[in-house]
């Protein structure tokens, strides 16, 4: 069994920041990517940011120069630091990871189960 947990959501001002964390546990044989989606109510999940397991990182516009991922491959691990928060920020952050479940070379897509974040003005 694999399992992917999100942490860290909460509420802050307009101007603050947040740190989420996501760990990968159980039959995880490697990971592929980790990222970071959200959803506000009424609108589809959109991507936020990506990164691979080489490091390398994707972000969307409106969190570029704001929001920081990384991914620590032997923690498991995937944190997504959030700076200068507004408003429109505020959605449910899910955590999404491509690992290999296996000891046979097969990957599958995990989802966290969401982490709730409010921007207040």
């Known amino acids: 069994q694999v399992r992917v947990v999100e942490s860290g959501g909460g509420l802050v001002q307009a101007g603050g920041s947040l740190r989420l964390s996501c760990t990968a546990s159980?039959?995880?044989?490697?990971?592929?990517?980790m990222a970071w989606y959200r959803q506000s109510p009424g609108k589809q999940r959109e991507l936020v940011a990506d990164?691979?397991?080489?490091?390398?990182?994707n972000y969307a516009e409106s969190a570029k120069g704001r929001f920081t991922i990384s991914f620590d491959h032997y923690a498991r691990t995937s944190n997504l630091d959030m700076n200068n928060l507004e408003p429109g920020d505020t959605a449910v952050y899910y955590c999404?990871?491509?690992?290999?479940?296996?000891?046979?070379?097969?990957?599958?897509?995990?989802w966290g189960q969401g982490t709730q974040v409010t921007v207040s003005s």
């Open positions: 159980g039959m995880v044989f490697g990971i592929r990517t």
């Open positions: 990164v691979t397991s080489g490091g390398y990182a």
């Open positions: 999404n990871a491509v690992i290999r479940y296996s000891t046979e070379y097969q990957w599958k897509d995990y």
